[in-house]
């Protein structure tokens, strides 16, 4: 079965960075399209950020240039790097992996960027 | 790029169909597939339809997904409703680099 769980979630200050992890099971990572969505509090759904089986990445303009999208086969975990946080970046984030075009989630974990 | 817009709000009564739209502002709706999301209250999205039609393992068969060039839309039929339908749907696509692009999300309310 298909799982993904993310962690690392928290609240940090303007300016601060951020490491998520999202720990897959049933797959691997590196041999699946990985995705990062995220999810503003009432607000609707915004793509962050991708990583191909063959290791492009690209980003959500949003983020480009501050967020690094990663992963570790020998934890077959996936990561959101997030540096120079805003208060905009405040959002649930949520963990995706798409196979042969079917959508998995995680139930995702909250960075709140606040003073 | 392009944008999909959706109904902001949707009701219908248990045990009747409602159809919510994704309208496509340029290009062709069947340029790349188009998957719809279920968001309940405080939990996460979970996929109910993709490749345009596609319903995932679990998914009841109330919910169908179609496609219509006419429009430029696609749309998400949910046939005999229940109480545990009302959430938030999002339909999503992809632009010219691959990017994902979601819906602004349709309320629906099952009175």
């Known amino acids: 079965e298909v799982q993904v769980v993310e962690s690392g979630g928290d609240l940090v200050q303007p300016g601060g960075s951020l490491r998520l992890s999202c720990a897959a099971s049933?797959?691997?990572?590196?041999?699946?399209?990985m995705v990062w969505v995220r999810q503003a509090p009432g607000k609707g759904l915004e793509w962050v950020s991708v990583?191909?089986?063959?290791?492009?990445?690209d980003y959500a303009d949003s983020v480009k240039g501050r967020f690094t999208i990663s992963r570790d086969s020998a934890k077959n975990t996936l990561f959101l790097q997030m540096n120079s946080l805003r208060a905009e970046d405040t959002a649930v984030y949520y963990c995706v992996t798409r196979q042969s075009w079917m959508v998995y989630w995680g139930h995702g974990t909250l960075v709140t960027v606040s003073s | 790029n392009f944008m999909l817009t959706q109904p902001h709000s949707v009701s219908e009564s248990p045990g009747k169909t409602v159809t919510i739209s994704c309208t496509r502002s340029?290009?062709?709706?069947?340029?790349?597939?188009v998957q719809w999301y279920q968001q309940r209250p405080g939990s996460a999205p979970t996929t109910v339809i993709y490749e345009d039609n596609q319903r995932p393992s679990g998914v009841p068969d109330r919910f169908s997904g179609s496609i219509e060039s006419s429009s430029n839309s696609a749309s998400l039929t949910i046939s005999g409703l229940e109480s545990e339908d009302e959430a938030d749907y999002y339909c999503q696509s992809y632009d010219s680099s691959n990017f994902w692009v979601f819906g602004g999300g349709t309320k629906l309310t099952v009175l």
């Open positions: 990583i191909y089986s063959g290791g492009r990445t």
């Open positions: 340029s290009g062709s709706i069947g340029n790349s597939y």
């Open positions: 049933g797959f691997t990572v590196i041999s699946n399209y």
